[in-house]
């Protein structure tokens, strides 16, 4: 009776009717509820235990952060007398006191309640924690965990204090498991073999190893070990009062875990600890499985609600793809901390596992993978290097990079303060080189030195997650290291792609909060929930772009030498003239007919690689052993500006597959 329909279009028509038809069905449907705790409580806790402190993040319903604080290992727990979270010992051995975490937990919660933080109205808590670290828990450790309370006034490092077989977690730094890394490649008939069922060949780090040597050396303590977790899982057992499930996504971290059935491998198990170790680590579960309810020491020391959930820990890698809010290929995190870490999400059924880098389980979608390449050395060799150029002060050090002309006038270092992984250098030192490629002892300012590290550590991440397959659209640049604008500058020179900084600069509690939430939804769905639903709007995953790719100044990307058998890649720069862009392409056609003359081969792991001996020489032929012969044609120079992009992408991208990087 409202209109006429002869003086209505009929589109307008059926908009009409179809929004009363809404209201009519809504009218039928039951009136839907929160439930009384979701309106008065509604908060998510996410703890992350990194290397050097343990952190946390509190958000609320609607995914705002609400809370933040920290506490640092070295500064706030002195007694623990370790040097950024670690002690280093002999033969390259490094630990960490397993108690420390404890009593981190227990220092953490107390600062938030003299912060007047209202710890009953948390529905839900999860967490992070530094990858392939393991716990070792002696026979009778569960019915501690069980039995943990807060009315005897003690902590839970006191109450813990026996129940441990090994008092020192072996962690991710350590180097020591060479031997077991080989025996348990070729205990499944290969490198590549092992990479193929458990996302990645033997590394030293990994918690396999470990477990191995451990069961080698020390056989009557394997023996008394009841149970083994990861760092994460052993902190989330302290919240559980049990022994806590270890996700899949840092369970894949180990070398232990069958990548496609999402359990453990038979095999595997058994070549590292024989017929008892599966029974020692318990099964894998997916990263949104709710294990349990709090722990009662917790109610009674903080006041958490005795039903607040508690959602399986993850590793910190892990818990970052949550927090940056990675979905798609072509977007790749940047972790910069005391390990630099690039990931990125691929799709399960077309990730290929090689012999560099990593897949894991992807934490908030069962139906992909996450590939991520790790560096051991991180924001403590950039920081060795402020220290000795700049007195410790990051503006002096920030000033003397910017001194200094994009590619560093041809010069380039690598700065190994550790053993690393990639590319494998298994003897820690500093390797400097001039534009011409002759080693040197020294650079010849400190603001050479200075830019040398930061561009160094970023064009070695770009070669090697090109060869995972990684192509940047975008990088999102996390971590400590993210708030230093020269640093994230030279990210988007390297990458040649935009970088965004989170505005959460700890994306590894962030995203342990926002998996507590996506837990808690699944639990009360009944039902898997997608992770990209439930964070679907996140205010706290928000982007700041700090930097677009700058090509000024002219770069050329020149084949250099390999310090114990990898390729390195070095900058240098230019004269700024233009060039046109037909001598470009017939570089480039050089180039691919020296590929298909097979005339330049990737180099193995072991051998050696020579530099050529000027600047402009060529491409270096490697020979059937790796060794580098004369090359025989000159490279091609980058052009700059935005005009030329697409050139300059396609020679770097044809450059660089001609040595397998």
Aim: glycine residues 10%.
């Amino acid at each position: 009776k409202l209109f006429s329909l002869q003086h209505v279009s009929v589109k307008a028509f059926r908009m009409w009717h179809s929004i009363t038809r809404v209201a009519r069905v809504a009218q039928q449907l039951p009136s839907r509820q929160l439930s009384s705790s979701s309106i008065v409580r509604g908060l998510f806790l996410g703890l992350d235990s990194s290397t050097q402190g343990l952190k946390v993040t509190a958000i609320d319903q609607d995914m705002n952060s609400v809370y933040h604080s920290a506490v640092n290992f070295e500064k706030d727990l002195p007694q623990y007398d370790t040097q950024g979270g670690f002690h280093e010992h002999e033969h390259d051995r490094v630990t960490a006191p397993t108690l420390m975490f404890a009593d981190a937990l227990d220092l953490l919660l107390s600062n938030m309640k003299r912060d007047g933080f209202n710890f009953a109205e948390v529905l839900a808590v999860s967490g992070s924690g530094q990858q392939h670290g393991s716990v070792y828990f002696r026979q009778g450790a569960r019915d501690v965990l069980q039995s943990l309370r807060a009315d005897e006034g003690e902590s839970l490092a006191v109450q813990l204090a026996a129940s441990l077989s090994i008092p020192d977690s072996p962690i991710w730094r350590d180097s020591s498991t060479s031997a077991q890394c080989r025996a348990l490649e070729d205990g499944v008939g290969g490198a590549l073999n092992l990479a193929n069922i458990t996302g990645s060949r033997a590394y030293e780090r990994f918690t396999g190893s470990q477990i191995m040597k451990i069961a080698q050396e020390q056989p009557q303590i394997y023996q008394d070990t009841e149970h083994i977790a990861l760092i994460s899982s052993f902190m989330c057992s302290l919240l559980l009062g049990d022994y806590a499930a270890i996700d899949t996504s840092d369970g894949a971290g180990m070398n232990m875990m069958d990548l496609a059935r999402e359990a453990w491998s038979p095999e595997v198990l058994d070549l590292i600890g024989g017929p008892t170790l599966a029974a020692k680590m318990g099964d894998v579960v997916p990263a949104h499985t709710v294990l349990g309810s709090i722990a009662p020491y917790f109610t009674e020391m903080f006041g958490f609600a005795p039903d607040c959930h508690v959602v399986a820990w993850s590793g910190d890698n892990p818990n970052s793809v949550a927090g940056l809010g990675l979905r798609k290929p072509g977007d790749v995190g940047l972790s910069l901390g005391t390990s630099d870490t690039i990931f990125s999400i691929v799709d399960a059924d077309k990730s290929l596992p090689g012999l560099e880098g990593h897949l894991f389980m992807n934490p908030v979608d069962p139906r992909s993978h996450m590939a991520m390449l790790c560096y051991k050395n991180g924001s403590l060799a950039r920081e060795t290097v402020r220290d000795a150029v700049a007195s410790g002060s990051w503006d002096t050090f920030n000033d003397l990079v910017q001194s200094t002309p994009v590619g560093n006038d041809g010069h380039i270092g690598l700065f190994i303060d550790t053993p690393e992984i990639i590319p494998y250098i298994g003897t820690p030192g500093t390797r400097r080189f001039d534009p011409t490629g002759v080693p040197l002892a020294g650079f010849p300012s400190p603001a050479v030195e200075a830019r040398a590290v930061l561009e160094g550590q970023m064009l070695s991440m770009r070669m090697h997650s090109k060869a995972m397959g990684l192509s940047p659209k975008v990088v999102i640049a996390t971590g400590g290291g993210s708030a230093n604008t020269v640093l994230t500058q030279i990210i988007a020179d390297v990458f040649g792609a935009p970088v965004l900084k989170s505005t959460q600069t700890d994306s590894a509690s962030l995203g342990a909060a926002l998996r507590a939430l996506h837990g808690f939804k699944v639990r009360e769905a009944g039902e898997f929930i997608s992770y990209a639903e439930v964070t679907d709007g996140c205010p706290a995953m928000q982007y700041n772009t700090v930097r677009g790719y700058n090509m000024r100044g002219w770069l050329w990307l020149q084949l250099s030498a390999c310090v114990t058998g990898t390729c390195v890649c070095v900058i240098a720069g230019g004269r700024s003239v233009r060039r046109r862009p037909r001598r470009v392409q017939r570089h480039a056609r050089r180039v691919q007919a020296c590929r298909r003359q097979r005339r330049c081969r990737a180099v193995s792991r072991g051998s050696e690689c020579t530099l050529p001996s000027a600047v402009g020489a060529g491409l270096p032929r490697c020979s059937p052993n790796g060794l580098a012969q004369q090359p025989t044609h000159t490279h091609m120079r980058l052009p700059s500006g935005a005009r030329w992009q697409h050139v300059v992408r396609r020679h770097v991208h044809t450059t660089l597959s001609i040595c397998g990087l």
